[in-house]
């Protein structure tokens, strides 16, 4: 059947009237919605068991957003794409046996490892000058399994809910109408993030251009729990502190470098270790009690919050002793997940990590596949038993006719020494921010704690960088930075070209 266009004609009459009075309308600012275009109730806040209980996996756009994220770029990491890698070993120094069942923390007990240091933002070439977080993640092939501890040289985060993970590295990340980032969008964010001040004095000052792998130290950023064989569990902070010292550059130094090797860090770490001169870094861990969580003024399960007042005692030591044979096949095709646990240490309540828990385990199955664990820079050194078959690229041995359990024929009995611990909880599921905030206390200590040259090297960086924030956003920032420590906030506000009396308005109102 045939029909002329001419039928269509009041039909396309309408449209072109419909579309004028579109264009014609004031713009008036969308709903936030799914990409199934159903509304999202609230994007700031992840779905949670109480005021301090898990994250909940019924959280749609928590994970349909993390989801989203992860598979954005292929095959290159969203973050962490640049990266170095070194072969090891850890060696623990202390008993813990009081505190986990993980055996690694035995005295003398000596783990295989592998580290992958790497910068976060830009692409896998990108200079290894630029200012930035540095990735330390450490994968430690133990005899009950592969435990990744993924943390970075920065002891706390810019965001404390997994929810703004996407958010956080888009602001970061090229504009998508330019490729290339601008502070106007950076601070447009940030202005809406006050708990991001402490990071955000860290990034800017110095210590944001660490001088080499070798001179930096690294923390979990995350708590953790560890679990004893009495089921009794303990929060705990990991933290990495470097026998070479610690060594940054300053802007002036970091640009005489980057005119001579972009690739000064891998460069350093590769070359150390083929002369022999390993380099070595201490393990601290930090230990609360679970009762001890109220006694801050701080929320400690707050990946913002670094663990002030808390005793921090040596655990062992790790060295890297050997370079990689194949970057790709070994740095490249690592999978660091905070899921890869082992019995005896679990994720705690803290909410970014809960995020982190999922998002990474996603990603590599995104980026390298399901059988991305076969690969002999991922498979552990224990023999692996469950019934995950089949998939892309699966090179395993499996055999026999059951692949199920339960099974009388084959069967896996489990451990009730590795059932998660119990966490107990009251309330009703929320979405709400923590009751702790406490966003610039620990940022004023941090300013306070440089020495003159740090602050003027900060306040000239971080000044010049809010120069070029939208006046709203700049002002908003600036008190920020006033809340934190008065001296600080009037500094940059004379850098960026604010007004201080604008700044203190603001601030007056902001909660401690």
Avoid: C
Avoid at 201 to 219: E, Q, V
Avoid at 380 to 400: F, I, L, S, T, W
Avoid at 489 to 508: F, I, P, S, T, W
């Amino acid at each position: 059947m045939s029909m002329s266009l001419d039928a269509f004609a009041p039909n396309r009459l309408l449209w072109a009237a419909t579309t004028s009075l579109l264009l014609a309308a004031p713009l008036q600012a969308a709903s936030l919605t799914r990409d199934n275009a159903a509304a999202v109730g609230d994007n700031q806040n992840s779905q949670t068991a109480g005021a301090n209980g898990p994250v909940l996996l019924q959280d749609i756009q928590l994970i349909q957003k993390l989801q989203r994220f992860d598979r954005e770029r292929i095959p290159e990491r969203v973050v962490h794409a640049r990266g170095t890698g070194a072969h090891g070993e850890f060696v623990a120094s202390a008993d813990l046996s009081d505190l986990t069942t993980a055996a690694l923390f035995r005295p003398g007990v000596t783990t295989p490892v592998f580290v992958r240091f790497s910068s976060v933002v830009h692409g896998n070439h990108s200079p290894e000058t630029l200012r930035d977080p540095r990735g330390f993640a450490t994968k430690f092939y133990t005899a009950e399994g592969n435990w990744d501890l993924v943390g970075n040289n920065f002891p706390t985060f810019f965001i404390r809910d997994a929810i703004k993970f996407p958010d956080m590295v888009h602001a970061f990340k090229p504009d998508p109408d330019k490729n290339y980032g601008t502070n106007r969008t950076l601070f447009d964010f940030f202005s809406h993030v006050p708990e991001a001040t402490r990071t955000l004095t860290l990034l800017f000052s110095n210590y944001g251009i660490p001088a080499t792998y070798r001179h930096m130290d690294g923390s979990s950023v995350h708590a953790y729990k560890l679990v004893n064989a009495q089921g009794d569990y303990h929060y705990v902070k990991f933290n990495w502190k470097s026998l070479q010292g610690v060594k940054n550059h300053d802007p002036a130094q970091a640009e005489q470098v980057q005119g001579k090797d972009f690739n000064h860090m891998t460069r350093d770490l590769i070359a150390a270790i083929n002369a022999g001169d390993y380099p070595r870094w201490d393990l601290y861990l930090q230990v609360l009690k679970p009762e001890q969580l109220e006694q801050f003024d701080y929320n400690p399960l707050d990946a913002t919050k670094v663990w002030t007042d808390v005793p921090e005692r040596k655990i062992g030591t790790l060295v890297l002793n050997r370079n990689p044979d194949n970057v790709f096949q070994e740095t490249e095709q690592v999978a660091m997940a905070p899921a890869n646990l082992i019995p005896g240490i679990e994720p705690s309540e803290d909410r970014l990590l809960q995020g982190r828990v999922f998002a990474y385990s996603d990603t590599q199955l995104y980026r390298l596949g399901a059988n991305h664990m076969l690969l002999p820079i991922n498979q552990p050194k224990v023999a692996v038993h469950n019934h995950n078959q089949d998939g892309a690229m699966n090179a395993g041995q499996r055999r026999g006719e059951v692949n199920y359990e339960p099974s009388r024929n084959e069967p896996r009995p489990q451990q009730a020494a590795a059932r998660y611990s119990q966490l107990p909880l009251q309330g009703t599921t929320q979405q709400q921010k923590i009751y702790k905030e406490q966003n610039f206390k620990q940022a004023g200590e941090l300013y306070r704690s440089f020495t003159r040259k740090e602050q003027a090297d900060l306040i000239a960086t971080l000044g010049g960088a809010l120069s070029e924030a939208d006046d709203e956003a700049k002002h908003h920032m600036l008190s920020f930075f006033y809340k934190a420590d008065a001296d600080y906030g009037k500094r940059l506000a004379k850098v960026a070209g604010g007004e201080l009396a604008r700044v203190q308005a603001l601030a007056a109102q902001l909660q401690e």
